[in-house]
């Protein structure tokens, strides 16, 4: 079998079951799972109001939070029992317990960046507080971090990943960040803006036509919430 991929191993062996995956049962002889593989995560309701988005439709919010969403959060729990199993397994090859690693990566990846991206919905995209006035510093005014940040997230258009605007805490400073899938990111960032260029995000809406979706996206921002986690992000 040495033809299978690490990814089709991983598929095969750990998240073929995904759609009908159980949380694993401990007997009553058995420890309970250790905290890092409890795969006790609960999906996070939406905090506003659908139908009420300016440009992005219920059916496309409902359609990403149910099934993008949720099954990211399923396949994380899923993910945590195989790693709780595997644990115990001594012969397990470490090709295959480093692709349980990796997607553990991407499901936590894909479960945080979907929670923040849901959270920021709501506003009326009209910047304001600390965050404004730090991105005109950063970047020589907010227009022009605005310009770059559509700039970056129309370089994931056509393929998928994320555009994010970070705090690094190691330079202390604003940057929007390329990020092709859900394990990318930049070392000590903390993400404040984050915005979800795969296709399931704007299809439904816009097909292939991106830039329409990221002007509405940006006219939805709730820039409070955003300028909450700076002033967190940099200790004020």
């Not at 910047?127 to 907010?142: D, P, Q, Y």
């Amino acid at each position: 079998m040495t033809d299978i991929s690490r990814r089709t191993a991983l598929g095969s062996l750990a998240l073929g079951m995904a759609a009908a995956a159980a949380p694993i049962e401990v007997s009553a002889q058995s420890a309970a799972p250790a905290p890092a593989f409890a795969g006790g995560h609960q999906p996070k309701p939406l905090g506003f109001d659908a139908t009420k988005l300016t440009g992005l439709s219920e059916k496309l919010i409902r359609s990403h939070w149910e099934n993008n969403y949720q099954g990211s959060v399923k396949a994380l729990n899923m993910v945590e029992g195989r790693l709780a199993a595997a644990m115990a397994d001594k012969d397990l090859p470490p090709v295959i317990y480093g692709d349980l690693k990796r997607e553990e990566l991407h499901r936590t990846g894909s479960v945080i960046l979907h929670e923040l991206y849901f959270e920021q919905f709501g506003g009326d995209g009209q910047a304001k507080g600390a965050i404004r006035e730090a991105l005109a510093r950063s970047h020589g005014s907010f227009e022009a971090w605005e310009a770059e940040f559509r700039r970056t997230a129309m370089a994931l258009a056509g393929g998928s990943g994320w555009c994010i605007l970070a705090w690094n805490q190691y330079t202390k400073s604003l940057h929007n960040y390329w990020a092709w899938d859900h394990t990318n990111g930049p070392v000590t960032g903390t993400p404040l803006l984050v915005l979800d260029m795969y296709e399931h995000a704007f299809a439904i809406d816009y097909g292939a036509a991106a830039a329409k979706y990221v002007d509405a996206f940006m006219h939805n921002i709730d820039w409070g919430v955003v300028d909450a986690r700076y002033r967190k992000a940099v200790g004020n």
